[in-house]
């Protein structure tokens, strides 16, 4: 693809108490999703029980003992760092292969038969090209030559810049491609076909996020600490701060960061991707938020996300230059134009 930087990522082994089921070394663990090669997930349609059984077990591996392990990582990584993460919801967060399998599985449930599977996957596959296609050009358009010099510090900070800079077109690009075609919203080309162009693009964005923030951790490791202006642009603090926002899946790396910002503004107002970043990382760990950025539909109104009660919500949110919490909610689509 190009665009998409390929990692590993954290997979953790399956419990050394658990066989690994059969299907899973079929399933991609660093690398895009082929739509014209989902073989492994063809049982999940069969009549035949042993077949099916091992779509099951992959299923159960996924949802058990794959996210417990990865979640109880993530737990003593906080308790690591002094944090309480007991509230931290179940999930797959690093383990690529389990997201993928937990992912199609949902895909799945759109299709009434393997056929139908098939052919909704086939006729998003063009869809998924074209994009990738793009983003590759996209990707060249804001390459790093490797034959520039990084020998002085205004080199490697204009090096580094750019780099920055590729790696925030790449996350936008991806997410833009959720609200074009095909008929997001509008469902032109049928909900089984874009489930499949969502699947396979929400692949993608998992191995970027996971680059990524990776190395928003390394250049905040560069500058000793969150490398806020006038050290970079507003621009360049913009785009960093993106880069970690969309780290979910790394919940443990967006908290260093969050306080990494909170200490490189120490004795200054913070900035508003200090409340963005503070809401994503806290709504995981306690099940609430200071500034109220992150938003929910509540009987087809939108509302705020639940609030931790530590003071009133549109002061907080003045302190950080943000606008009202009712305005702030009006800037949102209806809830019956948008999940």
């Known amino acids: 693809m190009g665009v998409v930087v390929m990692l590993t990522g954290s997979s953790l082994p399956v419990s050394a108490t658990a066989a690994a089921p059969v299907l ?6 660093d690398a895009v999703v082929d739509l014209a090669s989902l073989q492994w997930v063809a049982p999940r349609f069969s009549a035949d029980a042993a077949e099916r059984a091992r779509w099951d077990s992959l299923l159960a591996w996924a949802r058990g003992p794959a996210s417990e392990a990865e979640t109880q990582r993530l737990r003593k990584a906080f308790a690591d760092r002094g944090v309480d993460a007991s509230a931290l919801p179940r999930g797959c967060y690093g383990n690529h292969r389990c997201a993928l399998v937990v992912s199609a599985e949902a895909t799945a449930a759109d299709a009434a038969s393997l056929d139908a599977f098939a052919t909704a996957a086939r006729q998003a596959q063009p869809y998924v090209a074209t994009y990738r296609q793009v983003a590759t050009s996209v990707d060249a358009v804001h390459k790093v030559r490797d034959d520039v010099d990084s020998a002085t510090k205004d080199a490697k900070d204009a090096k580094d810049a750019k780099e920055l800079g590729r790696r925030f077109a790449q996350d936008q690009v991806l997410r833009y491609a959720f609200d074009s075609l095909p008929g997001h919203g509008e469902e032109a080309i049928g909900t089984p076909t874009f489930a499949l162009y969502a699947f396979a693009l929400e692949a993608d964005l998992r191995l970027l996020d996971d680059s990524n923030i990776l ?10 600490g969150w490398p806020a202006p006038p050290r970079i642009s507003e621009d360049m603090q913009q785009q960093l701060w993106a880069l970690v926002q969309h780290g979910d899946h790394r919940p443990e ?11 490189s503004y120490e004795g200054r107002a913070l900035p508003r991707q200090y409340a963005f970043l503070h809401d994503r990382v806290m709504l995981k760990l ?4 200071r500034y109220g950025t992150q938003v929910t539909c509540v009987d087809g109104k939108r509302v705020a996300q639940p609030l931790d009660g530590s003071g009133d919500v549109d002061a907080l949110r003045t302190s950080v230059g943000m606008a009202s919490l009712a305005d702030y909610l009006k800037d ?8």
């Open 24 to 29: 899973l070394e079929q399933v991609p663990s």
């Open 215 to 224: 190395y928003a951790q390394e250049q905040i490791a560069r500058y000793g």
């Open 253 to 263: 790396l967006q908290y260093d960061a969050l306080q990494a910002l909170q200490r």
């Open 286 to 289: 306690t099940g609430t938020q």
């Open 332 to 339: 949102f689509p209806s809830c019956t134009a948008a999940p």
